[in-house]
């Protein structure tokens, strides 16, 4: 199922853009959007980034929804602040998680 951003909503990058001298979590807005054939990918026009009328096109999987980046940076601000014994365990923990899934399938 393919995601599609409603125009003039806020997004952050998902990756960096070094042609444009943009990096991961830089927000802009949606101002149009780009239906493509079946098994291309669907594409945005973007504006913003402080950058006052420059407007970049990019595919529907170089952005995420600026909620979820936020989500995103709240998690990894704590998992930066635990110890590295901590870590590790964590790491295992969820490794292990990972096992039962593919297991319950």
């Given at each position: 199922?393919?995601?599609?951003?409603?125009?003039?909503?806020?997004?952050?990058l998902?990756?960096?853009?070094?042609?444009?001298?943009?990096?991961?979590?830089?927000?802009?807005?949606?101002?149009?959007?780009?239906h493509?054939?079946?098994?291309?990918?669907?594409?945005?026009?973007?504006?913003?980034?402080?950058?006052?009328?420059?407007?970049?096109?990019?595919?529907?999987s170089?952005?995420?929804?600026?909620?979820?980046?936020?989500?995103?940076?709240?998690?990894?601000?704590?998992?930066?602040?635990?110890?590295?014994?901590?870590?590790q365990?964590?790491?295992?923990?969820?490794?292990f998680?990972?096992?039962?899934?593919?297991?319950?399938?």
């Open positions: 199922m393919k995601v599609q951003y409603p125009l003039f909503s806020q997004v952050a998902a990756q960096d853009l070094p042609e444009y001298n943009l990096k991961r979590g830089d927000v802009a807005t949606i101002v149009e959007y780009y493509k054939a079946e098994g291309e990918e669907d594409g945005y026009s973007l504006e913003g980034f402080d950058v006052p009328q420059v407007t970049i096109e990019v595919a529907a170089q952005i995420i929804p600026l909620v979820q980046w936020q989500r995103e940076e709240i998690i990894l601000r704590k998992l930066r602040q635990l110890s590295e014994l901590r870590q365990q964590l790491e295992e923990y969820l490794d998680l990972l096992q039962r899934e593919k297991i319950a399938k």
